[in-house]
């Protein structure tokens, strides 16, 4: 069977705020984590150690690690704070590069304040100071949140904290001759002290460079598979990847939700997680020849159909023997569909069967009986002009299994059955298959049907109740003469009528007084001539025996409810373990 794969890639540009320049902004969050003398108490709070007062404690937010932050053009810290009355803390945003990341033994007296852009606490443990300006015992053992903005380009920054909708302090386009801002940190220098300090985040803005970008197929271990798609950027790039990829003749399918992924300078490679698909036979998106689409990202694919069957359309391979899944992706709303056959007018599977397909996934199971060359066109309501495609986004075939036509047995026991394909019933599994070969008085004789039958074929299959049936599918098979069982492959309307009868249970009710819909699959009765309103099931093997006399001397009669009768009347009856017929 051929197989085949194509490729796609899709790239959108972040807003141009300027001749060959990008600006990107990006957002996290960090830890504020314990580092010298200090235990974090995991509850947002940390404590000094007791002897904090002979070397400063340290406990930092460390957002040095971040790839680019000192080349950004701005950065804006936030964090909340508690400092209690009578703590000796002092907590301020530093340059990594200038203040390092550990007390480095420094003491009370050799306190570290190059590099430091602004700091709030106090010396003394009386006042909340910020950068020794305005002091204010009422911001003490309140939930401050600080937000500090630094203009790396000037070298200024900006501060405010609030409690609420009350503003503590602010400050305003402050000069700084240091480089960067890349660590929130908290000294003291008291021992057995408690800050409260968390939800530390950070947002920055530069403006991108060339860069080189990839995005990788790995498995579920994260073994590299292959490389999707690489490239060269400038701006933010999304890549958009199929949803299926084939490696070496195998396949595999991404475990992702969507089909895309974007790559910036910070983050330049991508991966996205595949596994093995055994099921899938053939995969088309956007560069099929005759398509032009973005698969799975909205984009429209266009089968150029022509105007017959014969040649037209999307060609999608030859497939062996078996049952098939086709799917696809309606990306508009529309009145068109997809045609699924074998170069000739013959539709093996129909993709948007309303004919006023809305947007969204379709699925339609079909059987091969025989190796098929198979071709996808577009239809409109007139199938002898399929000459238009829906706009459809992709195209996917999996193998599901051999060629069989499954069917489920009714809680009664029985099931009406009909197969839009000749089935071989002497390998039926899970059932007998019957048809009706005579219809008299009340009754109906099913006589048992083997061999290769013809497609439409009305049948009833018996078994147990609920069971499972499998049938396989052959290429041909032959009419049942004197069937009365009509089969619909399609879905049909019945009006009320006195010769038609549905299948009830263990018996046929007729239709005269009302009409039915009967599904694609099942079958009814055309009894004409018969006036009963309901019809009991009489199978064709059982014994007919023609008076009383000859049916009471056989032996012990019972009734079908298990009582035995002294005097039998037309009916059915158990004799000897077998059924038999009065007549």
Not at 55 to 72: C, H, K, M, P, R
Not at 180 to 200: H, R
Not at 386 to 411: C, E, W
Not at 514 to 536: C, Q
Request: charged fraction near 15%.
């Amino acid at each position: 069977m051929r197989k085949k794969l194509l490729k796609s890639l899709l790239v959108t540009a972040a807003l141009c705020v300027g001749a060959n320049a990008w600006a990107e902004t990006f957002t996290g969050s960090v830890s504020f984590e314990a580092k010298s003398r200090i235990t974090n108490n995991n509850d947002g709070t940390f404590t000094t150690a007791g002897n904090a007062g002979n070397g400063y404690a340290l406990a930092l937010a460390d957002l040095s690690g971040v790839e680019n932050i000192t080349g950004a053009s701005s950065v804006t810290l936030a964090f909340d704070v508690n400092i209690p009355s009578g703590s000796r803390w002092n907590v301020g945003i530093g340059d990594k590069n200038v203040r390092g990341d550990n007390a480095n033994g420094s003491s009370k007296s050799t306190y570290k304040t190059e590099g430091l852009f602004m700091s709030f606490g106090t010396t003394d443990g009386k006042y909340f100071r910020v950068n020794g300006g305005t002091n204010n015992t009422n911001a003490f053992g309140v939930d401050a949140h600080c937000t500090f903005t630094f203009d790396v380009v000037n070298k200024k920054y900006s501060y405010t904290i609030t409690n609420g909708e009350t503003n503590l302090f602010s400050g305003t386009d402050i000069n700084t001759s240091v480089s960067n801002a890349t660590v929130v940190e908290a000294y003291s220098w008291l021992g057995n002290s408690t800050i409260k300090i968390s939800n530390v985040s950070y947002s920055f803005e530069y403006t991108a460079a060339s860069y080189n970008y990839s995005v990788n197929a790995v498995d579920e271990n994260g073994n590299l598979l292959k490389e999707i798609v690489a490239g060269v950027a400038e701006e933010p790039t999304t890549v958009v990847y199929p949803y299926a990829i084939s490696i070496e003749g195998e396949w595999y399918t991404t475990t992702a939700s969507t089909f895309g992924v974007t790559v910036n300078a910070l983050n330049p490679t991508a991966t996205v997680t595949y596994v093995k698909d055994e099921t899938i036979v053939a995969f088309f998106e956007e560069t099929t020849p005759g398509t032009n689409t973005a698969y799975s990202n909205g984009g429209t694919m266009h089968a150029n159909a022509g105007n017959s069957f014969n040649g037209s359309g999307l060609d999608l391979g030859t497939f062996d023997a078996g049952k098939y899944q086709i799917s696809t992706y309606f990306t508009e709303n529309g009145n068109r569909g997809l045609y699924v056959h074998n170069n000739t007018e013959t539709i093996i599977a129909n993709l948007g069967l309303d004919k006023n397909s809305k947007a969204g996934k379709y699925s339609v199971d079909f059987v091969l009986v025989k190796e098929t060359n198979l071709n996808l066109t577009g239809y409109t309501n007139d199938k002898n002009k399929p000459n238009q495609s829906a706009d459809f986004d992709y195209i996917l075939i999996r193998k599901i299994g051999d060629a069989v036509i499954d069917a489920t047995i009714g809680a009664a026991g029985y099931s009406s059955f009909a197969s839009a394909y000749a089935v071989n019933l002497d390998e039926i599994e899970g059932a007998t298959a019957y048809y009706a070969s005579a219809v008299a008085s009340d009754k109906v004789t099913l006589t048992k049907a083997t061999g290769a039958v013809a497609a439409g074929t009305g049948l009833i299959l018996k078994g147990e109740a609920n069971a499972s049936v499998t049938i396989p599918a052959v290429a041909e098979g032959s009419a049942i003469e004197g069937n009365k069982l009509v089969g619909c492959v399609k879905e049909t309307v019945l009006e009320k009528n006195a010769n038609y009868y549905v299948l009830v249970g263990d018996e046929f009710q007729c239709l005269d007084q009302m009409g039915a819909t009967i599904p694609a699959g099942k079958a009814y009765l055309n009894a004409e001539g018969t006036t009963d309103a309901r019809l009991s099931i009489v199978e064709g093997e059982t014994n007919g025996i023609s008076n009383v006399n000859a049916m009471q001397n056989a032996g012990e009669v019972y009734n079908l409810q298990g009582q035995r009768m002294v005097k039998a009347v037309k009916g059915l009856y158990i004799v000897n373990g077998k059924k038999v017929v009065l007549k």
